[in-house]
DNA sequence: GCCAGCCTGTTG
DNA sequence: CAACAGGCTGGC
């Protein structure tokens, strides 16, 4: 469900509410979804921080009381993949249907991850093994990072220069947190046609969309996220960039700047929104 | 690179 | 009933 957007309107709603809470125990319900390689301690974590890399959730949480014996320091790794969700419940309730981990908290409440498809995962790390976890240890750049730069998105596109360009934007290891809604969004604001092989596109053409897909996620997070069909916040609250959208699920609506007929077409494996006269 | 598979729910 | 859904992995 979410990319980078959602990701991080969600860890800043958490973050305000329970940095410094205590993880009194955290209950799993389904022994898929929590992943505690290491067997490490599930009772009486405080939580210090919690980051975002990539679509990526990362809570730094450390012992509520040190000891010499034990790791004091891990990191739960939360990965919501399509239809994961994580919801604040002020007192603790009956668990939602497809509620597979909670976190009991220090007042009272608990952070329940919630998963329809269950193709999400908790997994809990001491600190800095979460980098033995392949997909993390091999994102790319943040598109809002000082290292995302034109340069290197002309230098990725010829790494993958027989993929499809949003097949490039879509892959993870060649830039951190898009997904199918920014790619989409960004490949129509910088005017290329989604299916361009990467390799094909003109510099130019790049550097424009390099400036564009910062744009979007930029505008995207300002507007708290996409709520296209399910997406809420850690607080239940929807996000609105959805108002902006200008291809993304619109197929059969007019194009917004030049009234041509938005199409649906295949790429990447992924259903894919574009203007026939407005990409190239 | 591509694409089936992982899951359940919703929509046509 | 089949097709599809905001993601990623692993096996060709």
Known sequence: MPELPEVETIRRTLLEKIQNQTIKEIICYHPDVLINQENLSLNDWLIQDIRRRGKYLLFDLTKAEQSTTENN???????????????????IVEPAKHTHVRFILNNG???????????????M??????????????LG?????????????????????????KGVLLNQQAIAGIGNIYADESLF???IKPDQKAGEISEELLT?????????????????GTSFRDYVDGLG????????????????????????TIEKIKVAGRSTHFC????K
């Open 73 to 91: 320091s891990i990191v739960a790794m939360i990965h919501l993949r399509m239809t994961g969700k994580l919801l604040l419940e002020d007192t």
């Open 189 to 191: 604001r910088a005017g």
């Open 109 to 123: 409440g608990s952070l329940d991850f919630n998963d329809v498809r269950r193709f999400g995962r908790v997994t």
């Open 237 to 260: 609250n929807k996000g609105f960039f959805q108002l902006k959208l200008a291809v993304y699920q619109k197929d059969g609506d007019l194009c917004p700047v030049c009234d041509t």
């Open 141 to 165: 750049p943040e598109p809002l990072g000082d290292d995302f730069t034109a340069d290197y998105l002309i230098k990725i596109c010829q790494r993958f220069k027989r993929s499809t360009i």
């Open 208 to 224: 424009v969309l390099h400036q564009k897909i910062r744009e979007v996620i930029a505008e995207a997070i300002g507007h708290r």
């Open 125 to 138: 790390f001491s600190a800095g093994n979460e980098f033995s976890d392949r997909g993390y240890a091999t």
């Open 276 to 279: 026939p006269n407005c990409q």
